[in-house]
């Protein structure tokens, strides 16, 4: 071994972690001597009040048993305080040593018995050996061995000769010994620290998101969890962006990722106080607020939040745009649990999606009863056979001018074992929002393929689609693929769209509803007027025909203003050559006035409820039953 290592080995190091482990390392040295140096210095006291009497009795006792009092009282200290620092260590080490050394002194001073002068060389290899720090084995066997070389002074000259050479030899191998076992202590601790060291990074890269570097999901649910145990208030807000897909369709992945690491920028340069913001999903984030932040305060953060995100980024010269919704919930004014809070926030950023899109929104406790139902909705649709529970009802789309039925709309049915009928408009949206929309919409597209192949070549289907289906150009190139399959026409199909269904990403949407025209199926625009912005998708998307929301046909038999409307889009459909739907008629009162407007086609209680498969199939039959005889009544009467 080197001196120059050696030296660095008896060196007190300075850096904290290293001072404490090596205070882990020295405890389990130190604790199982105690016991037995107590034991030994009891001994001791029984043994001078064997050989001792009077005033020597009462101070060789007061000496061994304050040792053995001491070596107990340090032992149970070591055993209760095992983060103590290694000054504290030291000091005890020390006193522990001293002890020690004056029992043998005290002893000696009175009594100076030549034979035991040798343990002297013990006390000094204990104490190189239980030396916590440099300092103290220093200090102790110095002190020792310079003792014992004054002792020996006394002898004759032969044994002073001897017990030179014992103090030199001790002095040498109680170096030895001390560097020897620091060594070793040393390269464990060295271990260690890299062990601890390798586990915080790894630590660290476990709850990092590894695209944008902000903590990921596991690391918000364990802070959360963390604030829950302690009982800290604190808010759980989960962002969303809409228009994400779109973009990393249309310009890539990498133009997508670089785009998530901007927002994160933009939304981690708005540093709040108590603020941990982390992703959770693809285009999801979460943030967490401790601290007595007030709802309103919330609601402002989130704005400024919001508005730094949707602002435009310029990346590779291409001005790219997301918008973004959020939802709030808070601990524990809503909620104990983490799954709990989480499915409130998640269910506030739904309603801020599907309502308020683009802002923030805070669970209300009275949407309570709403969540629960939609929670019970999402399991039994994540647990009920939908193959078998999932059905289609059909409603006919009639045409005046030709006197018969052209069309029907496929309209989604739920008949669940535990929750009964579900009404389409709640079974839907909870599966827009647990991502199963796409298996329920293929079932049911299925389900309608199986039935449209059944009826003639000029009866055609209407299917609607979702948000998450028109966003996912994969998903319906799967459908165009079961049409091919069940080889139908493409004709035949025609998919429904909502205004809210494109207006989160219409450059996706309109990229994908191109893709359906291209292979001849056709699309149309449900529920129009019914938005605030239906007049701009007449220009920017692809549309074969447009329905007419039901709220205007309610009114035409009685105002004024909705027939005028109802005629002007009728006629801006002709102009435009768009097929146009009346939703909704229900009356023969409404039917009379609309009849005035020509209508193209009617759809409505009036002409047919919902009805089944079977139904529908039989009512097409008597239509062309009809047909049959009014031909051949025609051909008689010629």
């Not at 972690?17 to 090596?22: D, S, V």
Request: hydrophobic share 45%; proline share 3%.
């Amino acid at each position: 071994m080197k001196i120059a290592d050696l030296l660095n080995q008896l060196r007190i190091s300075t850096d904290p972690a290293r001072q404490q482990a090596m205070v882990d390392a020295y405890i389990p040295i130190l604790r199982p001597i105690l016991i037995p140096a107590c034991g030994y210095y009891l001994f001791v006291t029984w043994e001078h009040w064997q050989t001792q009497t009077g005033l020597m009795l009462v101070a060789f006792s007061l000496i061994s048993m304050t040792t053995a009092f001491g070596f107990y009282l340090f032992h149970k200290f070591l055993a209760n305080n095992r983060t103590m620092s290694l000054a504290k260590l030291e000091l005890h080490n020390l006193a522990m040593h001293l002890f020690m050394y004056l029992n043998l002194l005290s002893y000696l001073l009175v009594y100076n018995v030549e034979t035991r002068y040798i343990y002297f060389v013990l006390l000094a290899f204990i104490f190189a050996i239980t030396g916590a720090t440099t300092r103290t084995v220093m200090i102790s066997v110095p002190l020792t061995l310079a003792t014992l070389y004054w002792f020996s002074t006394s002898l004759p000259e032969d044994l002073y000769a001897e017990y030179v050479s014992i103090v030199v030899a001790t002095a040498f191998a109680s170096v030895s010994m001390t560097g020897l076992l620091r060594h070793a202590i040393i390269r464990q601790i060295d271990a260690r620290l890299l062990a601890d060291e390798l586990t915080v990074k790894a630590r660290a890269i476990a709850d990092a998101d590894m695209l944008t570097g902000i903590p990921n999901r596991r690391a918000i649910f364990e802070k959360i969890d963390r604030l829950i145990e302690q009982r800290t208030p604190f808010w759980l807000g989960i962002f969303d962006l809409d228009g994400f897909k779109g973009i990393n369709d249309v310009y890539g992945h990498s133009m997508g990722d670089r785009l998530l690491r901007a927002s994160v920028a933009r939304a981690t340069e708005l540093h709040f106080e108590g603020a941990m913001i982390g992703r959770i999903g693809g285009d999801e984030f979460a943030v967490v607020l401790t601290g007595n932040v007030t709802e309103s305060q919330v609601r402002a953060l989130a704005g400024s939040w919001l508005k730094a995100i949707t602002a435009p980024y310029i990346i590779d010269n291409q001005e790219l745009s997301v918008g973004a919704s959020a939802g709030f919930s808070h601990y524990p004014d809503m909620g104990m649990a983490s799954t709990q809070l989480y499915e409130q926030a998640d269910f506030a950023l739904y309603k801020a999606k599907a309502r308020f899109r683009g802002q923030c929104i805070v669970f209300d406790t009275t949407d309570s009863k709403e969540m629960e139902n939609a929670i019970a909705i999402e399991r039994e649709l994540r647990e009920g056979n939908l193959e078998q529970e999932l059905f289609l009802l059909f409603q006919p789309q009639y045409s005046p001018s030709r006197q018969r039925i052209v069309s029907f709309e496929a309209l989604a049915r739920w008949q669940n074992p535990r929750l009964g009928l579900v009404r389409p408009d709640d079974f839907i949206r909870v599966a827009e929002r647990s991502g199963f929309i796409q298996k329920v919409t293929a079932i049911l597209f299925r389900k309608g393929l199986a039935e449209l192949k059944k009826w003639p070549d000029d009866i055609s289907l209407s299917f609607n689609l979702s948000a998450r289906d028109i966003s996912d150009q994969t998903f319906v190139l799967s459908l165009l693929g079961q049409i091919m399959k069940e080889e139908i026409s493409p004709g035949r199909l025609e998919f429904e769209i909502t205004e809210t269904a494109v207006m989160s990403d219409l450059t996706t949407s309109s990229a994908v509803l191109d893709r359906l025209r291209s292979s001849g199926c056709r699309v149309a625009l449900d529920d129009f007027g019914s938005g605030y912005s239906s007049f701009q998708y007449l220009d920017q998307l692809p549309l074969d025909k447009v329905k007419i929301d039901r709220s205007f046909i309610r009114k035409v038999a009685h105002s004024l203003t909705s027939r005028e409307i109802v005629a002007a889009i009728i006629a801006l459909c002709s102009k435009l050559n768009l097929r146009c739907v009346l939703e909704g008629v229900e009356t023969r009162e409404e039917m009379a006035v609309l009849a005035a407007l020509k209508p193209d086609l009617i759809q409505g209680y009036l002409f047919g409820r919902p009805m089944s498969g079977a139904d529908a199939t039989q009512l097409i039959a008597s239509q062309q039953q009809s047909n049959t005889n009014q031909t051949a009544l025609y051909i008689q009467s010629g």
